[in-house]
């Protein structure tokens, strides 16, 4: 099997859990760490035995054959065009940009440059979701008519990480919405939704009690 040389680019929450991966899959290597705080990728690096550079290193190395992109959101179109721009293999976290105007941009740019480019949505690579998907495929199932997927996360995410990432709805929900289309081969048609409006624009902070048992 031909190792991989791989840039991860961010080294927070998610950045740390795709360097687990990348440590444990016989097909890569975590060469180098990058991120906006030299000191989380220094440390980030030192535990996996990878160097800590700067993110134009990391992108532009020549001992590097693809950047995996765990940074900030509002960071994500510019560095995967760059990377592919590059000539690196790249996997960018979901989303691309907020927009997508600009995400659609992103994707007409780098299409032509031959690269592999590959979003994080991974729910559809999960193992239980491959055999559904084979089941509906082969009739075992029956017709489907209706879906309906609910999201148990562990915690509420910090709120400047909410207001920076887009939200749940732009940041965690698309991951079901990408799982849909890949479980029923279709494409959206129609969009609705229903929600409570708070009467601040601003979250609070929340607490929840339960009664004793």
């Not at 001992?63 to 179109?77: F, R, W, Y």
């Not at 009467?199 to 009690?209: G, I, V, W």
Request: hydrophobic fraction near 45%; proline fraction near 5%.
């Amino acid at each position: 099997m031909i190792c991989k040389r791989f840039a991860l680019v961010g080294s927070g929450f998610i950045g740390q859990v795709h360097a687990t991966s990348l440590a444990r899959h016989e097909g890569s290597a975590l060469t180098m760490v990058a991120d906006a705080a030299p000191e989380r990728a220094q440390a980030l690096a030192a535990r996996y035995g990878a160097r800590a550079v700067t993110v134009s290193e990391a992108i532009h190395s020549d001992a590097i054959d693809a950047v995996l992109i765990a940074s900030s959101t509002p960071s994500h179109a510019e560095l995967l065009e760059a990377a592919a721009r590059a000539g690196k293999a790249v996997y960018c976290e979901k989303p691309i940009d907020l927009s997508l105007a600009r995400a659609r941009e992103v994707v007409e740019r780098v299409l032509p440059l031959n690269v592999p480019v590959t979003v994080g949505f991974n729910r559809r690579f999960d193992s239980s979701h491959q055999q559904l998907r084979r089941q509906l495929e082969q009739g075992l199932i029956g017709r489907v008519e209706l879906v309906q997927m609910v999201c148990r996360a562990s915690t509420m995410p910090p709120l400047d990480y909410l207001r920076s990432s887009g939200g749940q709805m732009r940041d965690q929900a698309i991951h079901f919405f990408d799982l849909l289309r890949f479980l029923t081969g279709d494409e959206v048609r129609t969009v609705a939704a229903m929600a409570r409006r708070w009467p601040c624009r601003t979250l609070p902070n929340l607490a929840m009690s339960t009664p004793p048992s």
